[in-house]
């Protein structure tokens, strides 16, 4: 027998009537659910923002320079092989001050940006191609895997003798190694959708290309992201490998091939230059374009609740 089921009885046998609900304490219930789907969402204070997201990185970097500078006065390392600080800070103003500081990180960034947005364009559709349609999953699926664990420096030499040393050999390696990544996660992300989602779908109407822009696309979009941020990596360092191998006064001098060039002069300042421009680039990206879009999206779906 049912608990459920069961009806409560007087002591002289006749059924117990249900005592009535207060209202009020249904508009407590109400308002107390009503209060745990909403999100407070009022301004930071400025204080409290440079607190918790600038302090933690500046003062990060400010125990790396001073461990760095106490390795240099404890002479740990010979002076070409290690210099100070204020040696590195020299080559920025002196390369500031040539103006070609703005051109090394522009003729980069340029090319890194276009070669991720011809990867976009090209990996968001295959991977929609292998996530939906089993035969081209079998078939492609595996290469897409073993190209994404294929560093991408092993592209350079062909790319340099199948197009030969100008911006189309840059832009190859580039699509390369962010292609894979792109497309499997977007893979990933549309395997992620719960098959009710795509049911419903189809009982409204949402089908084929409709199904894929209003139902499929939004469902996939956190795997989606996270392929694109990976897709961004693999195509940065493509290009860096790419300008530090292949060089030629046609292709500009971009941060890899000022890397190599401090190499090639035994300047170590310049080459701490070098990897400070690189990194500083890869930091920006992420914080101007790839955190914004990751905190929408959580936010948009209730997964980002202050602290």
Do not use: C
């Not at 990060?60 to 210099?83: G, S």
């Amino acid at each position: 027998m049912r608990t459920d089921d069961a009806v409560e009885f007087k002591k002289d046998g006749s059924p117990a009537a249900e005592e009535p609900q207060d209202p009020n304490d249904l508009a407590g219930l109400e308002a107390g659910l009503d209060a745990l789907d909403s999100v407070q969402a009022g301004r930071t204070p400025l204080r409290e923002t440079l607190r918790r997201k600038v302090l933690p990185p500046v003062t990060a970097v400010a125990l790396v320079l001073v461990v760095w500078q106490l390795l240099v006065w404890a002479d740990a390392a010979p002076d070409y092989k290690l210099p100070s600080p204020s040696a590195v800070w020299d080559e920025v103003t002196e390369a500031w001050l040539q103006g070609t500081l703005l051109d090394y990180i522009w003729t980069s960034v340029s090319r890194g940006l276009l070669g991720f947005l011809m990867a976009l364009a090209i990996g968001t559709p295959l991977g929609l191609l292998v996530a939906r349609v089993r035969f081209v999953r079998a078939a492609i699926g595996p290469i897409l895997s073993g190209l994404q664990s294929l560093p991408s420096v092993a592209w350079v030499p062909p790319a340099v003798l199948w197009l030969g040393l100008n911006n189309s050999m840059m832009y190859a390696v580039i699509l390369l190694g962010a292609v894979p990544s792109i497309a499997n996660g977007l893979v990933a992300g549309i395997d992620q959708i719960p098959p009710l989602f795509l049911r419903a779908g189809r009982t409204l109407g949402a089908t084929g290309l409709r199904e894929a822009w209003h139902i499929v696309m939004p469902g996939a979009l956190p795997g989606y992201l996270a392929g694109l941020k990976q897709g961004w990596a693999f195509s940065w360092r493509s290009l860096m490998a790419a300008e530090i191998i292949a060089s030629s006064p046609e292709l500009g001098v971009g941060l890899g091939q000022l890397l190599e060039n401090g190499r090639n002069n035994s300047s170590m300042s310049q080459v701490f230059l070098a990897i400070f421009l690189i990194l500083l680039v890869g930091i920006a990206i992420d914080l101007l374009l790839f955190s914004p879009l990751e905190r929408r999206v959580l936010r948009s779906r209730g997964l980002l609740v202050p602290r």
